[in-house]
């Protein structure tokens, strides 16, 4: 629970949800849909959360303040909920600790993501 299945390389500058499709489709085929869908709050678009219900995905993605204003009172508070999205933040901050993958250092997107790759190599290892 609460392992990286994949990943996708974006432009610094582009909007991650953009590629949302395509990053589940990172994912190996022998791994088969994920059950849930842990995401920070740039993931938090309606067509998002449409796909993952209509593919019958848990929806694990924060909340942004436009979304609670529009929803008229906030979700109620699931603990499960927040601790397999707090999985997410676990793994950003270990990343970070990880400075070489964290600053990219590598100048090439190939190395870059071969970096990546080692990095939850060592992840999945400590776990």
């Known amino acids: 629970m609460g392992n990286p ?3 996708l390389l974006t432009p610094g500058q582009g909007q991650e949800v ?11 085929a022998g791994l088969g ?6 995401g ?6 309606n067509r998002v959360r449409a796909y993952l219900a209509a ?3 848990e929806d694990v993605v924060a909340y942004r303040k436009d979304d609670l204003a529009r929803l008229g009172e906030p ?4 603990r499960e909920k927040y601790r397999r999205r707090n999985v997410l933040e676990r793994l950003n901050g270990w ?3 990880r400075r070489r993958a964290a600053t990219r250092y590598e100048k090439l997107a190939v190395n870059f993501a071969a970096m990546i790759q080692v ?6 290892l400590t776990r």
């Open 40 to 45: 920070d709050k740039g993931f938090s678009a």
């Open 75 to 78: 979700p109620a508070f699931d």
């Open 18 to 28: 953009t590629q949302f499709e395509t990053l589940l489709g990172a994912v190996p």
């Open 5 to 7: 299945l994949g990943f």
């Open 95 to 97: 990343l970070k600790e």
């Open 33 to 38: 849909p994920p059950d849930a869908l842990s």
């Open 55 to 57: 593919h019958g995905i």
């Open 119 to 124: 990095t939850f190599i060592l992840w999945y």
